[in-house]
């Protein structure tokens, strides 16, 4: 039953399959006011009108009415109501499905899927929206798109990924997840697998790329007891653990060629057969997976089958380097601090702007887990939960010896505990006194001064004061940016 406080109304427009009564009913009892329409023409005042909520397109081969739908949605004025979409489709036919999604169908419907879940599933994303406008406020309209178990997803780059991962996760299309080490692949990996029908199912994974090849087959599709020596129970491999979810398998370029044709055989024929057994076993499971490696240039180096990779790839999706999406490196870095927090339950930390400024400068080559490592190194090097720029240690100078004053050697316990990142955030807030941090950066400014003068270059400087030219260079552009600085400094 929805949750909406009124019916959606919904117009149906299929001229392959009439809606009949016990549909319709069931529809109705899931929050839809559902009418049938026959004609363009009959669909498009009631569009234009801004009263429809959802349109419903039955295809054939080919998304020539979904177009038709489409482009009449679009010719309405910007500040209209505008219907999602949704399609029907006789049977399931991925190459229709795909058309009809990049087309902007938010969901594709086969009649063999005709279930009162698929279509709750289906319509969820709708009643939602329809929710929200309801309650919609000031600052509503400014939030970025709503988060799956807290990602963090606020560039303009990363929320356009997030909405194509929601509405592709409501297919029933196996889906190939592309991008460096690092950049996140398996949480995307799970935003699909929480957006999809399968959410309440369970999601494994497998990294493709950490086994021995003699065990990964057993891994993935099991045994029966006795089929080798030291079988002595049967075992469930991960296709089977995964039944009615998600199935991740990462790095699956480094997947050996003979196990690249049996997994190519099992997504083909949707069944598996256990080492040892001659009886095939069914699968219900959402297929995805992610590589960091051209799969086409492996493709030509014959290390990895064509066949399997246009069989994996109904649906690509890449998430770009951390440096190509820097919106959201600050709002990371803010959860990762105020998590630490929620879970020592110590004063708020501090980010000063210079630290922002190189965190935003730096180009982030190890992506989202170097940026984890940097924060984490920042809190075990910062006494006062203030992290500056010289508490910043990136992978390319890690002697922590350069990045401390003298003072600095001294540290108290600092309150950090690595498991911050699986604990609730709360939001941080300044506590540090202002007074106490400007006495601190005015004798800091005094020394470094101190120092040039009564050296010939900055390396002789640096040396004098315990740091590395890079940590003094660092120093010296924040110089430049206070009032009070000396010229000669600069």
Sequence with gaps: MSNSTHPLHALWLDPFRALRPQDQSALTDLGMDVHVVRTLDELGAPIRAGSVDLVVVGLGQDCELLQAVKDLIDACPADSKRPSILCRVERRNLEVTVAAMRT???????TDDWAVA???????????????????????????????????????????????AQRVALANVNVLIEGPTGAGKEVLARVLHESSVVARGPFVGLNCAALPEHMMEDLLFGHEKGAFTGAVKDHRGLFEQAQGGTLFLDEIGELPMHLQSKLLRVLQERTLTRLGS??????????VA??????????VQREFREDLYFRLSTFKLRIPPLRERQGDIL???VRMLARNCAHTQTQPWELTPDAQRALLDYSWPGNVRELENVVQRAMVISGDHVIDLQHLMFDDS???LDFMDGADLALPRPAYSPSYFDKPAVQPASAMPQSLHATVKSSEYSVIQAALMESKSREEAAQKLGISPRTLRYKLARLRETPDAVGSAA
């Design 104 to 110: 902007g169908a938010l969901h594709v419907i086969a």
């Design 118 to 164: 698929t279509w709750e599933a289906a319509l969820h994303p709708v009643q939602q929206a329809d929710q929200d406008k309801s309650a919609e406020s000031p600052a509503a309209k400014a939030s970025p798109v709503p988060a799956v178990r807290d990602v963090i997803y606020v560039d303009p780059v990363s929320r356009n990924l997030l909405a194509l």
């Design 278 to 287: 001659e009886r095939p076993i069914a699968l219900n499971v959402k297929i």
């Design 290 to 299: 992610a590589t960091n490696k051209n799969l086409r240039d492996a493709i």
């Design 331 to 333: 709002p990371m870095v």
């Design 398 to 400: 890690m002697n922590p």
